[in-house]
């Protein structure tokens, strides 16, 4: 009997123990998201806010903001907030390859599609089903991907460079962007149809400049990060 009540006793206390780490992550959670986005000032606050009442819905979300302002901390604080945060979150950079290369990173290729394709190969929606397709620089992509894009957005299915079967997926769609993309739809050089699926969230990052309360913070936050890094 004593060696039953210890072990009901540990039993106990790691239920607790259990209750007060899922309490406390949840504390975490509904305050920012992610303890990586540093900041206390009125705009962050602000930003801290959209996040949260953004994140649950199903909604796609449109980031933008200058270089450096922290865009992809966002789009995993949305993933992290949402229904699907137990799901997989795919990060693509559009920026970073050719429109024939994006094409089949996103949607993927069948066998034989191209040179060098010399098996079936999934794309990044495929990947994301499920979960959270990030697009990093959405404003580099050419019209010929933008047409397929909005299809995506539309029906949530596409074919995979070089054939023919639709494949359906179940994913969030985060965009980020540097640039002004509705002025890059009165220039003609992004589809205006395409802009309104994206930008139905719209959320935009303060520079440094606009919320200069956070400048100690965020020396803090890098002198223990660098610190840490080399003892």
């Not at 705009?43 to 302002?69: C, R, W």
């Not at 789009?75 to 699907?84: E, G, M, Q, Y």
């Not at 970073?96 to 599609?113: D, P, R």
Request: with cysteine; aromatic share 6%; net charge negative.
């Amino acid at each position: 009997l004593d060696h039953l009540d210890l072990l009901v006793q540990r039993a106990l206390r790691s239920r607790e123990m259990e209750a007060e780490n899922v309490q406390l992550r949840e504390q975490l959670d509904n305050k920012f998201g992610l303890e990586n986005i540093v900041g206390n000032s009125a705009p962050m606050h602000a930003l801290f806010e959209t996040i949260k009442q953004a994140s649950p819905s199903q909604a796609t979300v449109l980031i933008q903001g200058e270089s450096g302002t922290g865009k992809e901390l966002v789009a995993h604080a949305v993933h992290r907030l949402s229904t699907r945060t137990k799901g997989p979150f795919v990060a693509v950079h559009c920026a970073a390859l050719s429109s024939n290369l994006l094409e089949s990173e996103l949607f993927g290729h069948e066998k034989g599609a191209f040179t060098g394709a010399v098996s079936q190969r999934q794309g990044r929606f495929e990947m994301a089903d499920g979960g959270t397709l990030f697009l990093d620089e959405i404003s580099e992509i050419d019209a010929a991907v933008q047409v397929k894009l909005l299809r995506v957005l539309e029906e949530r299915r596409f074919e995979r460079v070089g054939g023919d079967r639709s494949v359906e997926v179940d994913i969030r769609l985060i965009a980020a962007t540097n640039r002004d993309l509705k002025a890059m739809v009165a220039e003609g050089k992004f589809r205006e149809d395409l802009f309104f699926r994206l930008d139905v969230v719209n959320i935009e990052l303060p520079p440094l400049r606009d919320r200069v309360d956070d400048v100690p913070m965020l020396c803090s936050h890098y002198i223990e990060e660098f610190a840490e890094k080399n003892g």
